[in-house]
T-cell receptor, first 113, second 112 residues
C-alpha cells in the first residue's frame, strides 16, 4: 500500500539557518504530494503541493520539488524564523475515487533565536 | 469566511460509551473527510463523504461510522469506546474531488 517516510525529528535550528526535511514515498500510481504544517493546538494547514513529476510547490518561502525518479518531496527553506516552529507532515493522495491522504509521522521543528 | 468547524473541542468519555463528533465544512464544500491523529503520529484516514455518499473508508473497525447531511455537515460516531480511541479527530473539507483539503482544529477525545 501507499506510505510516506519522513526524516525523524525533532529538528532544532537557529534562526536564519537553512532547513531541509526529507520525505520519500511509495505509491502504486501517480500521486499528488503535499506538505502540511500543524501549530500547537491547531489542525493541519496546507503549506504547499505538487501534482505531477518535476512540479515545484512553494509558499511562505518553503519549497518542495516532486521527484519521481527518487520518489521524494523534500521540504526546504533558505532562512527559517522562530514562527516556523511547528510539526510538518508530508502526505500523498492517489486519485482512485476518494481523497484519502496518507501522512508521514511528522517532523517537529524548533527554531531558536 | 469561516473555516472548517468541529464540535466539541474536547471530550472525555469512559470505556464502552459511544461518542458523536460533528463537523461543518467550509461553505460550498461538498466533500468531508475524517482522520484520527494519535499523539506523536500522523493522521490516519477514517472516512470520506462526497455529496452524502461514502467514497472511502480506512482500516478502522465497524465501531466507527459516519454520515453526511444534506447541508454537507457530517457526524462521526464511535461505539464501544476503547482506551486506544483516545486521539485528536480531524475533519477536512474540500470543494470537490481532487481539490485541496482544509482541516478543522479537531476534537480531542480522551477515554478513561
Amino acid at each position: 500500500g501507499d506510505s510516506v517516510t519522513q526524516m525523524e525529528g525533532p529538528v532544532t535550528l537557529s534562526e536564519e539557518a537553512f532547513l531541509t526535511i526529507n520525505c520519500t514515498y511509495t505509491a502504486t500510481g501517480y500521486p499528488s504530494l503535499f506538505w502540511y504544517v500543524q501549530y500547537p493546538g491547531e489542525g493541519l494547514q496546507l503549506l504547499l503541493k505538487a501534482t505531477k513529476a518535476d512540479d515545484k510547490g512553494s509558499n511562505k518561502g518553503f519549497e518542495a520539488t516532486y521527484r519521481k525518479e527518487t520518489t521524494s518531496f523534500h521540504l526546504e527553506k533558505g532562512s527559517v524564523q522562530v514562527s516556523d516552529s511547528a510539526v510538518y507532515f508530508c502526505a500523498l493522495s492517489e486519485t482512485f475515487g476518494n481523497e484519502k491522504l496518507t501522512f508521514g509521522t511528522g517532523t517537529r521543528l524548533t527554531i531558536i533565536p | 469566511d469561516a473555516g472548517v468547524t468541529q464540535s466539541p473541542t474536547h471530550l472525555i468519555k469512559t470505556r464502552g460509551q459511544h461518542v458523536t463528533l460533528r463537523c461543518s465544512p467550509i461553505s460550498g464544500h461538498k466533500s468531508v473527510s475524517w482522520y484520527q491523529q494519535v499523539l506523536g503520529q500522523g493522521p490516519q484516514f477514517i472516512f470520506q463523504y462526497y455529496e452524502k455518499e461514502e467514497r472511502g473508508r480506512g482500516n478502522f473497525p465497524d465501531r466507527f461510522s459516519a454520515r453526511q447531511f444534506p447541508n454537507y455537515s457530517s457526524e462521526l460516531n464511535v461505539n464501544a469506546l476503547l482506551l486506544g480511541d483516545s486521539a485528536l479527530y480531524l475533519c477536512a473539507s474540500s470543494l470537490a474531488q481532487g481539490q485541496p483539503q482544509h482541516f478543522g482544529d479537531g476534537t480531542r477525545l480522551s477515554i478513561l
